[in-house]
């Protein structure tokens, strides 16, 4: 990511009197970074995959939030965070492997969106210290770490007998590819069959489910060779309906047949090899995943016979996903429905090689017999205390990533659309059935983070979140207890505090439904909530600001239009004084007063957002403006960001400067001043002095400091927001797409 730079910062109005010059590339201050905890995860988790062949080491791979390890304590370790807007797509994970034989190395394969969405190829990473340093190897293709089919797999494999060896099956049609080298140069297997043809829509042409999704799986047959050799017998699923989708080598690689006897119908999502037994266990479903799946089956091969068996432990609705057999007890094996909605997942185990199975749950109508405990200590928010029973999901939703630990057979993950689940008493299953469910996903922060407030008083930051809607974080150490409630949107996309009374606070959500009304207002921080009754309902998205007294809300909407509600509840109209998709803000000390600016104008209200004037040109050059910041304490103190600059009025925007050296902002914040009197501190994400990064000013931009480093990259700079701690001098929060919510605090004297 960002190397520390040496150079010392130049003032930037020294730089002013010199045209066309910028800043120098600001010097570092180091910072301690650490998570905000919220602790279940928050996220899809596809793939958990322990390493044979050293106890203990385990590895997880989300589609959105890079890679971990797993820590003695069931703790995870992030081993990606230093993805920067350079590099941003390898926070999304398509497959892991973990080599058996030198159990140090570990490769990655990432890439987001094989579609316009994510502009470069995929790569793998490479890893011989346990994925504590990584070299990169850029592929002549695209990957999908969260397109559809990202829970299948794996799709990349490790010679168990070789591990210079390595297959990778591609989407897109991209075909079977080897590497001979430990990953370092690929070769297309230009003898494999069939790429997949498989595509979850067809019309959607260019979009998310608009592609193949190409080869699912790619597992070796460890007992065709010995320690040393390459393993001649490779077994490769790929996503195709309806004809044969099963293939297999018995020569490395070099041809390849469909395996003889195989059902045909459903998407192999995975296959995994019971070595003692010669069996290969796959399980199917009708859809790629991870939100689909109807049907599917679940089917058991024996390598030596040649005889498939249907081994299905129950049909439904659903398909199945997650799947992993013991390796100290042969024939004990468990199986996961792939998005069984309702009451909850399913998960199945089976101690003589499918012949029968028990559930975690069955039904004695209409009550569900939980043959499991439950423990979310480490993520209360994961269930509702006060919703009804029918709503709760205890085992999860898109069950793909399943494992038991090699080493011990009382020890097992999975991964849900929210968190880890596991258990370290498993063997209880075939017993009492009275296993402990809990969440294990501690250090795992995968959430997406729309928004953050860091009000002057009360708790220490409030964050609007996607897919589990947001919290108040009164320590940040502690994972909250419960999201937002009433009103309910799975993601919530901004937040404001009214400056001169920050216990009022308001959001707005993107449930397009029209269920509910999408703003919501707080008079407790954000504790209780209730909807905004002059909403209009259907009407969803966008940003919003609070006027600083807490009674009138400027909302600018999903579609860009601008809208506003002086007073409780009233109901919201139209300003058509501002152009659509206006930034917007509000005075943080005169109640009257609203902000907007588009393209190079910046406008002004000063009858509570009714109506909107330009009262100047924050530049005089074409420009996007991206985020305005008020300052917290004086009236008409305001800031600009944009893709060209940062900008300063102390006017009420009737005149601006230009920040010299910043030629590039996205979201930014004020902080607590350095001296008791001093200008609030500016933190930015940006462009300063041709460095890319975080940055923090203490005298309104005339000086900066770079205090991200190179193991934190923050990911993709338009997507961080920021929040200031207004109390304590040096702390910010950064928000990420992926990656949760990280706080620092100055851990050094400035350079």
Known sequence: MYGLSALVPVASALLALIPGASAAAPAAQCYNWKSVRIGGGGGFVPGIIFNPGMKGLAYARTDIGGAYKLNPDDTWKPLTDFATGTDWNKWYIDGLATDPIEVSRLYLLTGAYTNSWDPNNGAILKSSDYGQTFTTVTLPFKVGGNMPGRGMGERLAIDPNKGSILFLGARSGNGLWKSTDYGSTWAKVTAFPNAGTFIPDPSDVGGLNGDKTGIAWVTFDSTSAARGAATPRIFVGVAEKNSQNVFVSNNGGTTWTAVAGQ??????????????????????????????????????????????????????TFGFGGIDIDLQKPGTLMVAALNEWWPDANIWRSTNSGASWTPIWDWSWPLVNKYFGYDITAAPWLQDPNSGEEYRKYVGWMIEGLSIDPFDSNHFLYGTGATIYGSKNLASWDTARNITLKSMATGIEETSIQGLIAPPSGPKLISAVGDITGFVHNNLDVAPTIGFKTPFWATSLDLDYAGNKPNSIVRVGSDGSGATKQIAVSSDYGVTWSEHQGAPSGTNGGKVALSADGN???????????????????AFTAVS??????????????????????????????????????????????????????????????????????????????????????????????????TSNGYPAIYLVGTVGGSVGVFRSDNTGALWYKINDAAHGFGSPDGVPVAADLNTYGRVYLGTNGRGIFYGDVSCAKP
Do not use: M
């Not at 859809?287 to 089917?299: E, T």
């Not at 009138?552 to 009233?570: E, F, I, K």
């Open 263 to 316: 059902p045909i119908g459903q998407l192999p999502h995975k296959g995994v090899l019971s070595p003692k037994e010669k069996v290969l266990y796959l399980t199917y479903s009708d859809g790629a995943g991870p939100y689909d799946g109807l049907a599917g089956y679940v089917y058991k091969f024996d390598i030596t016979s040649g005889v498939w068996t249907n081994i299905t432990p129950e049909t439904g």
């Open 552 to 570: 009138t809300v400027l909302w600018r909407t999903g579609p860009g239009s601008v809208l506003v509600s002086s007073g409780a509840n009233t």
């Open 577 to 674: 004084s501002l152009p659509s998709g206006s930034v917007i803000s509000a005075d943080k000390k005169t109640a009257t007063i609203f902000y907007a600016a588009s393209g190079s104008n910046f406008y002004i209200s000063r009858n509570s957002g009714a109506t909107f004037a330009v009262s100047g040109r924050y530049t005089t050059s074409s420009s996007n403006p991206v985020k305005i910041v008020a300052s917290p304490k004086v009236a008409g103190d305001v800031w600009v960001s944009s893709d060209i600059g940062l900008f300063h009025s102390t006017d009420f925007g009737v005149t601006f400067t230009a920040i010299s050296g910043v030629t590039r902002g996205y979201q930014f914040a004020l902080g607590a001043p350095a």
